[in-house]
């Protein structure tokens, strides 16, 4: 159970959809720092990193038998180049460490495996990732105020839903941009297309379907009505980022870390995964909280310059004073 203010729904009875030069104009009014601090606020007492770490569970179960299903049907279906392709890029991208257990794990061309068992993979996947969106329609609701969640059928319906139109293309786009350099290598010691050329697009090409897929979720997800694309499009955008800056830390701790494979021997690539699947759901519960922080200071600049039409929204909307001197604290403005 959250504790953070719930954001208002501003529908045209109040004036119309927040647009994204009123969020940031709230911003500004608030100032950066009261801003960030309520940004901070938001994400701890909305429980932030305990739907971070469950959406991470999820996330790791769904991402394994995803790769292992795509590689085996493309076996099946005498894709073998494909199969190849994406063979040599997963180890590529794993440590070293690993190798001989995911060799050992994907379908190989000699390996033969029914067509049932690599559609079972591929449906455990499908099943893993609809929990995942359901998981994040939760945490979304939680970091708007929002205590409960759609009815059960509606809400796995809409998770459904979502893992096919944004789940799969997120997780999709974030391997592409994850392994750009590998992708590219693969692609040309199998199809003789220059790696540079591979490279050049499949960065922007991954990172268009992140955004797209985040912004998305940031819309479907939330059980309220949202406002429009631009102000979901900066949390998107600031998530995004933060995930870029994370993954690359982690790639970097574990390019230097000399004893983190020796540690973990086999699982190392395991333990990675469950790592950047924390970071990753980390990053994209910071963009909702955005998203809803945005919102919520272009509320409260209508509410004070008496910009909202019709009755005022329900609920005490906190106010973050622009100027404050050492002394002041902050107020909670009730409603007249």
């Known amino acids: 159970?959250?504790?953070?203010?719930?954001?208002?729904?501003?529908?045209?009875?109040?004036?119309?959809?927040?647009?994204?030069?009123?969020?940031?104009?709230?911003?500004?009014?608030?100032?950066?720092?009261?801003?960030?601090?309520?940004?901070?606020?938001?994400?701890?007492?909305?429980?932030?990193?305990?739907h971070a770490r469950a959406l991470a569970f999820q996330l790791a179960l769904a991402a394994l038998p995803l790769v292992i299903a795509a590689v085996g049907l493309a076996g099946a279906w005498d894709a073998a180049s494909v199969r190849l392709v994406l063979n040599r890029t997963v180890l590529q991208l794993t440590p070293g460490a690993s190798d001989d257990l995911l060799r050992r794990t994907l379908p190989s061309g000699d390996?033969?495996?029914?067509?049932?068992?690599?559609?079972?993979?591929?449906?455990?996947a499908l099943v893993a990732l609809t929990t995942a969106m359901a998981q994040v329609e939760r945490g979304a609701n939680r970091l708007y105020g929002i205590q409960r969640d759609r009815p059960s059928v509606e809400k796995y319906r809409r998770a459904l839903t979502l893992s096919l139109v944004a789940g799969v293309p997120l997780m999709v786009g974030s391997l592409l941009i994850l392994t750009r350099d590998a992708f590219a290598e693969a692609v040309e010691s199998v199809y003789a297309v220059d790696d540079d050329l591979v490279a050049a697009w499949t960065g922007p090409a991954g990172l268009v379907l992140v955004v797209a897929s985040l912004m998305a979720v940031l819309r479907s997800a939330p059980a309220r009505q949202q406002p429009g694309w631009p102000v979901l499009l900066a949390g998107s955008l600031l998530a995004v980022g933060a995930w870029t800056g994370l993954t690359l830390l982690l790639a970097g701790f574990l390019h230097l870390s000399t004893g983190f494979g020796s540690v973990y021997g086999p699982v190392t690539g395991v333990i990675a995964l469950l790592l950047w699947a924390q970071l990753s759901a980390t990053a994209l519960f910071f963009g909702v909280a955005v998203s809803a922080e945005l919102e919520m200071a272009a509320v409260r600049t209508r509410w004070r310059t008496g910009g909202l039409g019709g009755p005022p929204p329900a609920?005490?909307?906190?106010?973050?004073?622009?100027s404050r001197s050492p002394g002041d604290r902050p107020r909670r403005e009730e409603p007249a």
């Open 1 to 50: 159970m959250s504790s953070v203010a719930r954001v208002p729904e501003v529908s045209e009875a109040t004036g119309g959809p927040v647009t994204a030069r009123e969020a940031w104009a709230g911003v500004r009014s608030d100032g950066a720092r009261a801003a960030g601090r309520e940004l901070a606020s938001r994400f701890r007492y909305g429980d932030g990193f305990s």
């Open 111 to 124: 390996t033969t495996l029914a067509t049932a068992a690599l559609l079972l993979a591929a449906v455990s």
């Open 315 to 322: 609920g005490p909307l906190p106010s973050v004073p622009s």
